[in-house]
């Protein structure tokens, strides 16, 4: 028998390169939802849907998250996830695998919902005006062939879908590189 | 998965119920003992006046004679509508007859105002929109009993309620695997006196949960189990429980339909076909089993024509196919060849609305049903907003919906 001692805590370790690509995503994904409610105006209208202000968060169970925020009618990343906000409406993947997963296009974003690897605090028809939103945003940032991982049916591409990418691209990394 | 077998086993899934289910002759005198064991001494029972008018509460009563347990408040004004004015005012009758547990006798109404009643008992809030939505209760709910009287709803053994809040006009959706009841009881007595056009829509939206669970895509080999028992427990009674309501095995036959088929679709969820009678229900005030039964066939067609763009791993054809089966018998399956089974099925339905509609005259189109027709756009758009719609196997666009909707009418 072992003595009382050897028998150790196990404390979780990081896995630097999954959460370092989740908090990228992450990131991206809410500058996305940032620009493609500046951008689209399909967009545009869904957020309008939402109450003002109101505020969205997406990202792992008890972990690193995407906060964005609507006040006075604009869509705002929260750069610096305050602790003390409380969103109205979460989306968290139930374990830091699986964000890693569906953010490498690897598990399909209905999917994770299907599966209960993800779960939704918060009022439903607000997310599914939310699920439209960042469908928008994923089209917006990442080209088609990655974006048919992510949602059911991708939509075709158009010179505004492009014209408004790359404004997207220029706004996020422009912005990001010289701020 | 980059992987994705073609299996009909999903390659993940979760399937989760708690309720513990007694159904059968006399199944209400076990409610005193039950209540016991779960150290419950003085429930409330949450009830409406149609169903002390029909004599129903007097069963339950006099199940606990010569028990130790004092039956706190028979609450018995609950609306059609389950408000939370009226959960409020539930709510403080329980605190202050010192009420340990709580004893839902009725329809969706009285069961959704019951779980609400829990909410605010149990979460200790005052105000109940604070709580609405997905996962957000935390605390351990009050013992729970659910006596259904109607077939259909499947709430005795679903985690979600629907409370309206008047005032803000709005309706309230809870969901959290902490509202399921402790207790289901299927007892016959408690289901005879449902009218024969009640005991048809509340059937056919019983029917509606096990159809959309089993073609959903969070179906699994539970859920699968629950529904085509479902669906072949009502394919053998349906028309019975219509046609001669006095029969008790039949009604029971139903009752245990209605709870396998929630007990499916609240782990596989429904789709567009609830959306749609959400939708309806919520603009034009149709029942939600006669929404049901009139958008089920559509849906199915809906479903069939997308489905190639469905995901390939989802089956959504095949599942339609095999839908068939529970539904028709093994006899009238095998007759139809196997290309034509998808729309075998929604023919089967069809027929079966059909024969309930010279029964009971139970509608079979919404123009029948109290929808005008310039009210089928804004159906429409609340149809693709529908929580349910997150569950389609196919995406569904404005367009499609409102051509749905228009199909129906
Ligand atoms: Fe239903």
Same mark, same amino acid.
């Given at each position: ?8 805590? *196990?404390?979780? /370790?990081?896995?630097?390169?999954? /959460? +370092?690509?989740?908090?990228? +995503? ?30 969205? /968060? ?23 996830? =305050? ?60 080209? =088609? ?18 014209? =408004? ?6 706004? *996020?990394?422009?912005? /990001?590189?010289?701020? | ?26 199944? %209400? ?26 004599? %129903? ?41 010192? $009420? ?5 006798? !009725? ?23 604070? @709580? ?47 509202? @399921? ?78 709870? %396998? ?19 309806? !229900?919520?603009? $034009? ?10 958008? %089920? ?34 006899? &009238? ?9 998808? &729309? ?15 029964? $009971? ?49």
């Amino acid at each position: 028998m072992k003595k009382k001692k050897e028998y150790r805590e *196990i404390v979780p /370790s990081e896995s630097w390169f999954k /959460s +370092t690509l989740v908090r990228i +995503t992450l990131y991206l994904l809410g500058l996305g939802i940032q620009e493609a409610c500046n951008l689209d105006p399909r967009a545009k209208k869904e957020m309008e849907k939402l109450p003002d202000p109101f505020t969205f /968060s997406i990202g792992i169970h008890d972990g690193i998250a995407a906060t964005v925020q609507k006040k006075g009618g604009k869509m705002k990343y929260l750069r610096v996830i =305050n602790e003390k906000i409380q969103a109205d409406l979460e989306l968290r993947f139930k374990n830091l695998e699986y964000t890693y997963l569906a953010m490498t296009g690897r598990m399909s974003t209905p999917n994770l919902g299907y599966h209960f690897r993800q779960y939704i605090k918060g009022d439903l028809a607000r997310m599914m005006t939310m699920i439209r939103i960042m469908n928008i945003a994923q089209t917006l940032l990442f080209p =088609n062939i990655i974006v048919r991982f992510y949602i059911k049916k991708v939509p075709r591409l158009t010179v505004r879908t492009m014209i =408004n990418r790359v404004i997207a691209y220029i706004n *996020i990394f422009g912005l /990001s590189a010289f701020k | 998965m980059f992987f994705m077998k073609d299996n009909t086993l999903p390659e993940y899934y979760e399937f989760f119920n708690s309720v513990k289910v007694i159904s059968g002759y006399k199944a %209400l005198e076990n409610i005193p003992y039950e209540l016991s064991q779960l150290g419950a001494k003085k429930p409330i029972i949450i009830t409406d006046k149609g169903i002390v008018k029909a004599g %129903l509460i007097k069963h339950v009563i006099k199940s606990f004679q010569g028990t130790k347990i004092t039956i706190g408040a028979v609450y018995d004004d609950t609306p059609v509508d389950s408000s939370n004015v009226v959960v409020d005012e539930i709510a403080e009758i329980y605190r202050q007859k010192g $009420c340990d547990s709580i004893i839902a006798v !009725g329809g969706g109404s009285a069961i959704d105002t019951a779980k609400g009643v829990n909410i605010v008992i149990s979460e200790d809030s005052d105000d109940l929109l604070k @709580l609405m939505g997905n996962n957000r209760l935390t605390k351990p709910m009050k013992p729970f009993v659910v006596i259904p009287t109607t077939a259909g709803t499947g709430s005795e053994v679903t985690m979600a309620a629907v409370i309206a809040n008047p005032s803000k006009n709005v309706k309230m959706q809870f969901t959290s695997a902490l509202m @399921l009841p402790k207790l289901a009881v299927l007892d016959p007595r408690m289901t005879l006196s449902m009218p024969a056009r009640i005991t048809a829509a509340t059937s056919m939206d019983a029917l509606t949960h096990a159809v959309e669970a089993f073609i959903g895509p969070q179906k699994n080999p539970i859920s699968d189990a629950f529904a085509t028992a479902a669906i072949e427990l009502i394919r053998d009674n349906i028309v019975d429980a219509v046609k001669h309501g006095g029969n008790a095995d039949v009604r029971l036959a139903m009752a245990n339909a209605a709870l %396998l088929a929630g007990l499916a679709f609240s782990n596989s969820m429904v789709g567009i076909v609830h959306a749609a009678a959400h939708a309806t !229900g919520g603009i $034009c005030h149709v029942p939600h089993g006669v929404a049901n039964s009139i958008l %089920l066939p559509h849906g199915l067609d809906l479903y069939i024509r997308k489905s190639g763009e469905a995901k390939k791993a989802l089956h959504l054809k095949q599942n339609i196919e095999k839908v068939l089966l529970p539904l028709a018998g093994p006899e &009238q399956y095998m007759k139809v060849p196997a290309r034509e089974r998808a &729309q075998g099925a929604v023919k089967a339905i069809r027929d079966l609305t059909a024969n309930l509609n010279k029964i $009971c005259g139970l509608p079979v189109r919404l123009s029948q049903a109290g929808v005008i027709e310039n009210s089928l756009p804004e159906i429409a758009q609340a149809t693709i907003n529908d929580g349910a719609i997150a569950f389609s196997p196919v995406e569904v666009s404005y367009e499609e919906a409102l051509a749905l909707i228009k199909a129906a009418f």
